[in-house]
């Protein structure tokens, strides 16, 4: 079983080897087309409808693409016209440096059937760099002695320009000693050398300045100069010989900066000065230059900087040997880099469709394209994906894949596909790179709305605004875009009498539900309806859920007493018999609350009465009772207030008024009331005026006794108090030694000192 799971899992792989050589396609024939260096953008290079062999409008139909090798959109193509133009301006030295012919290799690629149609564009070469030399000035150290025709090497002008354009000739300012010849390398680029015309003396002229002049080909040509500075120099036989002319090495590309790459020895046969060898790079180009250090002491070439095989695989030195006395050697050194596997493979997507209708089979998901910048087995590659999806790889040409659907998907199972496209390499190590591909599949309308709960109670309570957010339904689809989209509605009642229209609303958008009107639990205390939810499908599915609206009670019904009545055309009359015990029931109220539970709670109290602490009210059952004992002091007539009072939030109440009348028996005579009295228009009442002579003998007696306590002390303060008789100051009194009432009534607490004659007899006060 193990073995069968393997082959399984290699028959799932697809394994691609590159033959970059030799390789026939089918279809059209490679063409090659050329254009001139910074050209305006937009310029035409080929019109692909005409070469292709297509027809007017087949590009657009096939959906035609142009894919270059550096992935950098320089061509642009109308898929109306067939014009291939240009993006940008072409730089020929950005694009190839050095490198002459400058081709730039790119595909052309239709779908529907998928075609690959590849082509060459030559950007041609302007000369639009001048000659430039590294130095501004050259110092040369020659001896005196040198014979005529004598050559010494010179450094050479650089040229970003390439074939005629690049340095072509070299000159030097009109001098009666030197004449410049100019040479060829074996690669075709030019450089100067000075020739002796005739013996130097440094006696006479020991410093010559002379300019040199590099000349390009170009129309018209371009120049460049740098000042020559030659030293006259003493006699130095002997220059500097190198142990090989020319040194050829290979370095790693991933050698450590600071690495070795070769060191050169050249020795001189001369002593002292004349023999001491110090080495320089004699020619550096701008990509050497910041690549390779030369120590001039020992000769030892270094790495100062990362090599890399893709973008330069050799380089060329040209290292002097000086001695002291200015004579000098040289060589060559040629250094091959070596390639190691260290570029991962290159993945590009060029289409990509997502969402995936689920019941569609053996749809095209993603069209891609891989590479590997390495050679040999570092750039050969493998691709392959996730063996547990609904998926397979399909290879093309060109290092094409096709990313297909391995049957109809099934989005309610599964919406959404994580696809890793895995390209390895057969480098050692292998390197590999992953790219992650998210396919979302389509829905389709399945699923009808399914509620949160079957059924949905909810509390207001009463007297709320209208308008009122009195609580929400949910319900969920597992479909997905327009059809899990939820309507909500209303449903007709079963009933038609109950309004439900005019009771409640609903959000369609959210389910939040609304009181349309203010409630009272006093008229409707529940009811009940049903809400439907409908998805945006086609066809549409839909759902429903019973929702039950409680009516919670509030305070807003005041007491109402029903006994005694407050509406009578004459007030109600209790009579108490002044003999009655205290705790004697006089009357009951008697009061109902319209509202419920602890709303409707009702307690009574004693607001106001005419002899507080005579009559009691009890809390709970609204009995009137007697506090006390009746006395003769008490009025014959009593008005109570009760309140009437409910344990709502906040509180409200209603009062009563009650008349008790207190009799000696049940036999005397009833007393008409107030109203009656006032309306009889008597011209006074002789209870009142008993209660004023009974108030005015009590003050006059209180101040009788005190004016005899005042003459009481004043005696004992004279001496004179034992002939029998006790004076009386006249005069005011002091008024703090008077306390009345604001009611005409004595103080609660007094006190009396009573003065008498003697023989008087007994005297009695009695209040």
Same mark, same amino acid.
């Given at each position: ?425 057969? %480098?050692? =190590?292998? $390197? ?6 998210? #396919? +979302? &599949? !389509? *829905?389709? @309308?399945? /699923? ?88 945006? %499908?086609? =066809?549409? $599915? ?6 039950? #609206? +409680? &009516? !919670? *009670?509030? @305070?807003? /019904? ?210």
């Amino acid at each position: 079983m193990e073995a069968g799971g393997e082959r399984f899992h290699q028959q799932r792989q697809v394994l691609i080897l590159f033959l970059l050589l030799g390789v026939t396609f089918a279809g059209w024939e490679s063409r090659r087309y050329s254009v001139m260096e910074e050209i305006e953008s937009g310029s035409f290079v080929a019109n692909l409808v005409k070469d292709l062999g297509l027809g007017a409008g087949e590009l657009a139909a096939r959906e035609a693409r142009v894919v270059s090798e550096d992935n950098e959109p320089r061509l642009q193509l109308d898929l109306q016209t067939g014009k291939l133009t240009l993006n940008e301006k072409l730089d020929r030295e950005e694009m190839c440096g050095p490198t002459d012919p400058c081709v730039m290799h790119f595909q052309v690629l239709l779908k529907k059937p998928l075609g690959v149609f590849r082509a060459e564009l030559l950007v041609r070469d302007i000369n639009d760099h001048a000659p430039e030399f590294p130095e501004r000035e050259i110092t040369l150290k020659i001896p005196e002695n040198s014979p005529p025709g004598t050559v010494f090497p010179l450094k050479k002008a650089q040229d970003l320009d390439v074939g005629n354009n690049n340095i072509q000739n070299y000159s030097i300012s009109p001098n009666s000693y030197f004449h410049v010849s100019t040479r060829s390398r074996g690669d075709g680029r030019k450089y100067p050398e000075l020739v002796l015309d005739r013996e130097l003396d440094r006696e006479k002229q020991a410093l010559l300045r002379l300019t040199l002049t590099a000349l390009d080909g170009g129309s018209p040509p371009r120049s460049g100069t740098t000042e020559v500075r030659i030293l006259v120099l003493d006699i130095n036989d002997n220059a500097p010989e190198f142990a090989q002319a020319h040194y050829q090495v290979q370095v790693l590309e991933n050698s450590p900066v600071g690495a070795l790459v070769v060191k050169v020895s050249a020795r001189d046969l001369d002593t002292g000065t004349n023999g001491e060898v110090s080495y320089s790079l004699f020619y550096s180009s701008q990509e050497m230059s910041p690549t390779f250090e030369l120590n001039s002491l020992s000769g030892e070439v270094r790495l100062i900087k990362k090599l890399d095989f893709e973008t330069v695989p050799s380089y060329d030195l040209d290292i002097d040997a000086f001695d002291g006395g200015g004579l000098s050697g040289k060589c060559s050194v040629s250094i091959e880099v070596v390639d190691v596997n260290d570029n991962a493979p290159e993945l590009t997507i060029s289409s990509l469709t997502s969402p995936i209708p689920e019941n569609s089979p053996e749809t095209e998901v993603a069209l891609f394209r891989i590479r590997d910048r390495d050679s040999g087995d570092n750039g050969k590659m493998t691709c392959s994906i996730q063996d547990d999806l609904p998926f397979i790889l399909k290879p093309s040409e060109e290092n094409f894949y096709t990313l297909v659907t391995n049957g109809a998907l099934d989005r309610e199972s599964k919406a959404e596909y994580n696809v890793t496209i895995t390209v390895t390499d057969l %480098g050692t =190590p292998r $390197l590999k790179t992953e790219h992650n591909i998210t #396919v +979302l &599949v !389509a *829905d389709v @309308n399945d /699923n009808a709305p399914a509620f949160t709960q079957t059924s949905y109670t909810l509390w207001v309570r009463e007297n709320n605004s209208p308008a009122l957010h009195i609580g929400s339904v949910s319900a969920t689809d597992t479909d997905a875009g327009a059809n899990a989209q939820v309507t909500y509605s209303l449903l007709p009642p079963p009933d038609p009498i109950v309004p439900l229209a005019s009771l409640v609303s609903i959000n369609p958008d959210n389910g939040h539900l609304f009181a349309l009107t203010s409630l009272d639990y006093e008229a409707l205390r529940a009811f009940e309806f049903h809400v439907g939810a409908t998805d945006r %499908g086609s =066809p549409a $599915l839909s759902s429903q859920a019973l929702v039950r #609206v +409680l &009516v !919670a *009670d509030a @305070n807003d /019904n005041a007491p109402f007493v029903l006994y005694p009545l407050q509406n009578a055309s004459a007030p109600c009359t209790e009579l108490v018999p002044r003999a009655a015990e205290p705790g004697y029931l006089v009357t009951k109220v008697v009061a109902v609350d319209g509202d419920a539970g602890q709303n409707a709670w009702l307690s009574y109290q004693l607001l106001k009465a005419t002899e507080p602490g005579l009559f009691g009210v009890w809390a709970h059952n609204g009995e009137v009772r007697t506090a006390r004992l009746l006395s003769e002091r008490d009025a014959p007539k009593q008005r109570l207030v009760v309140l009437v009072k409910d344990n709502g939030e906040p509180p409200l109440s209603a009062s009563v008024t009650l008349h008790v009348l207190l009799v000696d028996g049940f036999s005397q005579p009833y007393l008409p009331p107030p109203e009656a009295e006032a309306a009889a228009a008597a011209p006074a009442d002789p209870l009142t005026v008993y209660l004023v002579v009974a108030l005015a003998s009590v003050s006059s007696l209180f101040l009788f006794s005190v004016l005899v306590f005042v003459a009481v002390r004043l005696c004992r303060r004279g001496g004179a108090g034992s002939a029998g008789r006790c004076p009386v100051p006249e005069g005011h009194f002091p008024g703090h030694l008077v306390d009345v009432s604001g009611t005409g009534t004595l103080s609660q607490s007094y006190q009396y000192e009573v003065c008498l004659m003697g023989g008087t007899g007994t005297n009695e006060f009695k209040f």
